[in-house]
């Protein structure tokens, strides 16, 4: 028997059919977004997009189902019906506007030009004032359940966004007859059920204990937005590795599978990955380092850490509280970085050696010594997740000189992600919740040897590693398991299933010694811009969005 998974992540979508015995990975196929991240223009139009934006096409991830799933079948020669199952997981918060029979609002011509009417990805970040206006009134109201969120809502999260919506495009938001996440949207589309999947609601829409903060609440931030929970949201949450539905036989058509198979309730990629690398027991910090980073721990109870993206019980394994915090830019600084600011003679090297750019820089940046450079940056090129939370600070270089280098550069900004981890690190650690190791998964560990150094000597950590490049895929795939009754739990799935490599990566004390100094520095920096000693990120800011109004 074979379930598949199924990754929707930032620039694409991939698809892993999986022998549900062992987790073997069978097959794979990728789908590249034909519209990408639309953080510029909509596709067809030439009217710039305020700054901050970033949205995606919903029809996108109609085609990776269709592209996808009949490729991993094809290349395996396995029978459709040998699939018993198929789950998702999903970026978050990706949320979006739709009607009451799940039909898009970017679908309909009506809105089609209206950007409210889109997917707003999880690296929006337009909301922010919407975001401190919830944080502001939560705080005004007294509203408990904001210590579980470390203090804080994200621009990125989903009240934020909606709210937006109603502020910058009533029309959109009257018209939209539901608000949900993506992830659940895909899944309604699947199997023509809508669930709300219990990760999301608990992680990106502040339900605990639950059910949502109350009606008065939602009526302070705005009179219009007081029933937003009773006319576009669902207090019905399905658990993770339960049945969502049955695929419908429109979609068994498109696909290629069998109709009436199982459908798991859709997941976060961050949340789903630790069963996929082993981890479902507290003690293991699971990293999933892409464009961006999601730090995922597993406890026993509840403790307030500042700046966590959330604490859900049952957010990642069933009978433990899961924790998530994260950092918003760590690929995609590196990729801004050689994008926008690396000299052609660099790209020219890079060529002539073999290599793409990444990896030339890699190999030179690793020559150096820590704190050979003479540089610290500040990790903030697309805001702060956790533990400020703020997504208006802005990226820092100190210490450039005329002789400073494009490795140099490279080599520090992974090096300022790497602190920036290790402040998360101590912020749980100091909250008496044990980060004993690291388990990394994700495309960048895969990728670049010098950041797996750099991480191990910054953070004092043993670094372990994903058994899977398609991790998230992978954890997808063995929920479907679960929720084909395969497997009992996703604990029993993840005994069979679950991959996690030999190799381990212990810090070197030398290192660590040089970085200790280099992040006490770190420290001083971060607090002195995050915390309001000065304030001159935000000012610019300020300035930027004035010369775009």
Not at 54 to 80: F, H
Not at 117 to 145: C, F, G, S
Not at 410 to 437: D, H, K, M, Q
Request: hydrophobic fraction near 40%.
């Amino acid at each position: 028997m074979y379930t598949i998974g199924i990754d929707f992540g930032t620039e694409s979508g991939r698809a892993v059919l999986v022998d549900v015995r062992d987790g073997r990975e069978v097959a794979t196929a990728v789908y590249a977004y034909s519209n990408g991240v639309i953080d510029r223009t909509l596709p067809g139009s030439s009217t710039p997009l305020p700054p901050d934006w970033a949205l995606q096409d919903p029809l996108d991830y109609l085609a990776v189902l269709r592209q996808t799933i009949p490729e991993v079948l094809q290349q395996s020669g396995i029978k459709p019906e040998e699939v018993v199952g198929i789950g998702i997981d999903f970026t978050a918060c990706t949320m979006m506007p739709v009607k009451k029979d799940g039909t898009s609002l970017r679908a309909l011509d009506a809105y089609r030009d209206n950007p409210h009417a889109w997917v707003k990805l999880w690296k929006h970040h337009a909301a922010q004032p919407e975001a401190d206006l919830i944080n502001e009134t939560a705080r005004r109201m007294d509203q408990k359940w904001l210590d579980r969120y470390g203090g804080k809502i994200s621009s990125e999260w989903f009240f934020s966004k909606a709210l937006q919506i109603l502020k910058e495009a009533p029309e959109i938001y009257d018209a939209a007859d539901r608000l949900l996440e993506a992830a659940d949207w895909v899944i309604w589309q699947l199997t023509g059920v809508e669930t709300r999947n219990a990760c999301t609601a608990g992680y990106k829409a502040m339900v605990q204990d639950g059910d949502y903060p109350p009606r008065e609440y939602f009526a302070a931030l705005d009179p219009r937005f007081a029933d937003v929970v009773d006319t576009k949201m669902s207090r019905d949450f399905a658990q993770l590795g339960d049945r969502a539905g049955s695929l419908t036989p429109e979609m068994a058509l498109q696909t290629g599978l069998k109709p009436g198979i199982a459908v798991a309730v859709a997941n976060v990629d961050a949340h789903v990955t630790p069963p996929a690398v082993k981890v479902t027991d507290p003690g293991s910090m699971v990293m999933i380092m892409g464009t961006s980073t999601c730090h995922m721990l597993i406890g026993t109870d509840v403790q307030e850490v500042e700046g966590m993206c959330g604490v859900v019980h049952g957010g990642i394994i069933p009978g433990y509280y899961g924790y998530e915090a994260g950092q918003s830019g760590v690929g995609d600084i590196f990729a801004w970085f050689v994008n926008n600011a690396v000299p052609p003679e660099y790209h020219d090297a890079a060529r002539a050696a073999g290599m793409d750019i990444h990896q030339y820089l890699e190999s030179e940046a690793a020559r150096q010594k820590p704190g050979e450079h003479g540089l610290l940056a500040l990790d903030w090129w697309n805001g702060n997740r956790s533990i400020l939370v703020d997504a208006d600070l802005t990226g820092l270089l100190l210490g450039a000189t005329l002789a400073t280098r494009a490795p140099d550069i490279y080599r520090a900004l992974i090096e300022a992600t790497a602190y920036g981890t290790r402040i998360i690190i101590e912020a749980f650690e100091s909250n008496g919740i044990p980060v004993n190791e690291l388990v990394l998964a994700g495309g960048l560990p895969e990728k670049n040897q010098l950041l797996v150094r750099i991480y191990a000597d910054v953070t004092g950590k043993a670094l372990k590693f994903a058994g899977s490049a398609q991790s998230p895929a992978l954890g997808s795939a063995m929920h479907a398991a679960v929720a084909a009754g395969v497997y009992p739990n996703i604990k029993a799935a993840a005994e069979k299933m679950g991959r996690q490599k030999d190799r381990v990566v212990q810090p070197v004390a030398e290192n660590k010694a040089v970085y200790d100094k280099l992040y006490a520095e770190y420290k001083t920096l971060y607090d002195y811009f995050g915390r309001g000693q000065n304030d001159v990120m935000k000012r610019l800011k300020a300035i930027k969005y004035q010369a775009h109004s």
